[in-house]
């Protein structure tokens, strides 16, 4: 389900850029049917053409595949003679 949402994410990235699927493939090192099936979902991307993706286009991972990520928790030391 993760790789579907990830093809899709990226797949919009590409089309808003203006970035012909042979053009991902090319930067991928990878045919243009071979490339297709990464950005329609039928197989998944590797963290590395992601993260190959993300560095061509300047944007973050996180970015790139359109995840939302929480804020983290604020830690706190305890205070002294505490815990």
Request: proline fraction near 4%; hydrophobic fraction near 40%; include cysteine.
């Amino acid at each position: 389900m993760q790789s579907m949402r990830n093809a899709l994410a990226v797949d919009a990235e590409r089309e808003r850029r203006g970035v012909t699927k042979q053009a991902v493939a090319d930067r991928l090192g990878l045919s243009w049917e071979g490339a297709n099936k990464k950005l329609t979902g039928q197989t998944e991307f590797s963290l590395s053409e992601l993260v190959s993706l993300a560095d061509w286009w300047g944007v973050c991972l996180d970015q790139l595949v359109a995840r939302s990520v929480p804020a983290c928790p604020v830690y706190s030391l305890p205070a002294r003679g505490e815990g």
